[in-house]
T-cell receptor, first 112, second 118 residues
């Protein structure tokens, strides 16, 4: 069974601080996605990384895919209250039905 | 952008009854849809992969006779929770691949269905 462990599980920070969320696995993934989910809603895609070592930036968010395609990180600069939510990484399996396995999740709260 | 509509958004039913949840791709065709279950404050757990015109592929530990999945068209997949019990109460979310025949295309999610079994 392929597992994706996220750390930290919970994070409460002040507005303006920086933070990094990690997504780790012992398995290799074809690609990896990051989502953010608000309570009572479905997850919304933030980014897809495909190539080992790839770095993508989305405004204040920086995403990196590990060289071996087993891990990823999400860095938020100058966090804002609007960044509050559940952040989920999801890895696309490399064979079989090509399904997405979701990480354990990181719940972020940014205080004003 | 691609829109996935899930219905109903919430449902309360009595123990022993069956509940059907619909997942529709509104502006694109989805050969593959996925059904997830999410417990409070936890991540999404993949229940099954639904392929249009064929039987669903269930994840280990998911009872296929309890969670019936039908994907009869390229825009509709349904999940029926049969003989529901209180332990089936959860948030169920469907998703669809954004582009047909591209296995690595992103997922588009419905807004989920909160099922409460009394």
């Amino acid at each position: 069974t392929q597992l994706l462990e996220q750390s930290p599980q919970f994070l409460s920070i002040q507005e303006g601080e920086n933070l990094t969320v990690y997504c780790n696995s012992s398995s290799v993934f074809s690609s990896l996605q990051w989502y953010r989910q608000e309570p009572g809603e479905g997850p919304v895609l933030l980014v897809t990384v495909v190539t080992g070592g790839e770095v993508k930036k989305l405004k204040r968010l920086t995403f990196q895919f590990g060289d071996a395609r087993k891990d990823s990180s999400l860095h938020i600069t100058a966090a804002q209250p609007g960044d509050t939510g559940l952040y989920l990484c999801a890895g696309l399996t490399t064979s079989g039905t090509y399904k997405y396995i979701f990480g354990t999740g990181t719940r972020l709260k940014v205080l004003a | 952008g691609a829109v996935v509509s899930q219905h109903p958004s919430w449902v309360i039913c009595k123990s022993g009854t069956s509940v059907k949840i619909e997942c529709r791709s509104l502006d694109f065709q989805a050969t593959t849809m996925f059904w997830y279950r999410q417990f409070p404050k936890q991540s999404l757990m993949l229940m099954a992969t639904s392929n249009e015109g064929s039987k669903a592929t269930y994840e280990q530990g998911v009872e296929k006779d309890k969670f019936l999945i039908n994907h009869a068209s390229l825009t509709l997949s349904t999940l029926t929770v049969t003989s529901a019990h209180p332990e089936d109460s959860s948030f169920y979310i469907c998703s669809a691949r954004g582009e047909r025949n591209r296995y690595n295309s992103p997922l588009h999610f419905g807004n989920g269905t909160r099922l409460t079994v009394t």
